[in-house]
């Protein structure tokens, strides 16, 4: 694939000098004179390894674009990356390596509401702006975290709502029960998942939890099932929810399964094949097959211009929102940036339109987007928007 530069760093490297050397630096670290150095902590390895690949591939194509043109202000965007495997000590640890040995200007792209949180603190402490972490975990939207963090999409808590909505709503669905992660973001989905039923006056039927990091979902799907649910949420990535799925196809259970945006969609339509018809899924960017947007067209026109033939899908495609989100901030930021000038353009940029699509923020506002999107599993593994009632 024909990428722009980066560093990929096994997890446990040792400390290591920027690779330009020690220049000096006119403004905050990571800015030099023709380069913003940004990193980006996520999971390239293990059993969610494809939403990390493919959120970087998004991010690096709308830098390699911008980079084309000159970069912004003169100066070209590079992005260091390293592994975290999706745990959240790792993260951690890639986090303040990035700041402190690597001197990134800020993170990018953090893969996870476990990795994040445990990420927060370190960005909190060394005051460095985190942008567009792939999750959308409330902690990233509270007041505390205002300071530092620019969120792209919509919460969990909006998700979950929708899901609820449309179950119920759209399906006539009066018998929901819930699988989850046994982890943070598990909880938060589990949480979104009780509040939006309990607007409705509801109840789940049953519930079932697996660990991290595993597929191990037998005896959370036997759990779930003694209430014979006619619908089942799953919160977590895409091979323990395929697993999941593929489980209850065999012993013959057939309820409507639909799971959130984190799950990485074309890695679980893979992964399930002919077994994923009619599995639906929330999203928070819109369909990237389609074309009717300029910004679907911009991302086409990346992807086949900087990599070797890369399917579009919606990681890459909220990875390519986000470099764009970046690099309109620093845009607006000016020729002389800072970290907290950058927070400073953020707070007050009411509204951002990157061709057609609209992000808004203020003051008490960290996140640009509430859109949320239902989509289903079509024949060949194609997703499709689901028209509402």
């Given amino acids: 694939m024909k990428f722009g530069r980066f560093l990929l760093v096994g997890i446990f490297a040792s400390a290591i000098p920027s690779a330009y050397g020690e220049e000096a630096q006119p403004n905050d670290p990571g800015v030099y004179d023709d380069r913003i150095e940004f990193g980006q902590s996520a999971a390239f390895t293990g059993p969610a390894q494809e939403l990390g690949i493919n959120l970087n591939i998004g991010i690096q194509v709308a830098f390699d674009e911008v980079n084309a043109r000159g970069g912004v202000h003169g100066r070209r965007f590079d992005l260091v990356k390293l ?78 709502e929708k899901m609820v909505e449309f179950l119920t709503e759209d399906l006539g669905v009066n018998r929901i029960g819930m699988v989850y992660q046994d982890d943070s973001f598990g909880q938060v989905g589990y949480q979104g998942i009780l509040n939006a039923m309990a607007r409705r006056n509801m109840n789940l039927v049953g519930t079932g939890i697996y660990a991290r990091n595993t597929v191990a979902v037998k005896t959370a799907l036997l759990d779930v099932e003694y209430g014979k649910p006619e619908a089942i949420v799953i919160i977590g990535a895409y ?151």
Avoid: C
């Fill in 83 to 160: 592994d975290d495997q999706y745990e959240p000590g790792l993260a951690a640890e890639n986090t303040q390596q990035l700041i402190s040995d690597h001197h990134v200007f800020a993170l990018i792209g953090e893969v996870g509401t476990p990795t994040s949180k445990a990420a927060l603190p370190v960005i909190l402490r060394s005051q460095v702006p985190f942008i567009g972490p792939f999750t959308g975990a409330p902690f990233l939207r509270e007041a505390e975290a205002h300071d530092w963090v620019i969120n792209f999409r919509a919460s969990y808590f909006e998700e979950t």
């Fill in 239 to 389: 091979r323990p929810t395929a697993e999941l799925i593929m489980w209850a196809r065999y012993i013959g259970m057939n309820p409507t399964f639909i799971t959130l945006s984190f799950v990485g969609s074309n890695a679980l339509a893979n992964q399930l094949g002919d077994r994923g018809l009619g599995v639906y899924v929330t999203q928070v960017v819109p369909l990237p097959t389609a074309q009717d947007l300029k910004l679907t067209q911009s991302y086409h026109k990346a992807l086949e211009e900087y990599t070797d033939g890369v399917t579009p899908g919606f990681i890459s495609y909220e990875g390519y929102i986000i470099g764009r989100l970046t690099i309109e901030l620093m845009e607006r930021t000016g020729a002389n940036p800072t970290r907290e000038a950058l927070m400073n353009t953020m707070r007050s940029t009411t509204e951002m339109t990157i061709d057609d699509f609209t992000l808004t923020y203020s003051p008490e506002d960290n996140q640009g987007s509430n859109s949320v999107f239902i989509t289903k599993i079509g024949a060949g593994k194609r997703y499709l928007n689901v028209e509402r009632n």
